[in-house]
């Protein structure tokens, strides 16, 4: 039997994703959360924050205001953290934000 291939996660927000997560070299390129069997309370947060990206930052000039980026920063951070401990079995998570 082949070694298992260690998975990466990227995770960073864009438009037209509902979800920060992204999977190179998979079937799965813009995989739902649920995809990595993640609770359903880190699933949904995963979705806000992605949402909370697209409603406040805009390509041509950036977060429309300063506590949106504040909360951004601070909520994908404690996201990842979450993410990490979840998915460390199988896959590593870099984050591209």
Do not use: C, N
Request: charged share 30%; hydrophobic share 35%; aromatic share 14%.
């Amino acid at each position: 039997m082949p070694p298992q291939t260690r998975r990466t996660i990227r995770f960073f927000a864009d438009w037209g994703a509902d979800s920060p997560l992204w999977e190179s070299g998979t079937d799965f390129y813009l995989p739902a959360p649920e995809d990595y069997g993640l609770p359903t309370s880190l699933s949904d947060r995963l979705r806000a924050w992605a949402s909370h990206w697209t409603e406040h930052h805009h390509w041509d000039t950036g977060w429309d205001d300063p506590r949106a980026a504040e909360y951004s920063q601070k909520e994908g951070d404690e996201l990842l953290d979450a993410l990490r401990t979840h998915v460390a079995p199988f896959a590593d998570v870099i984050d591209e934000r």
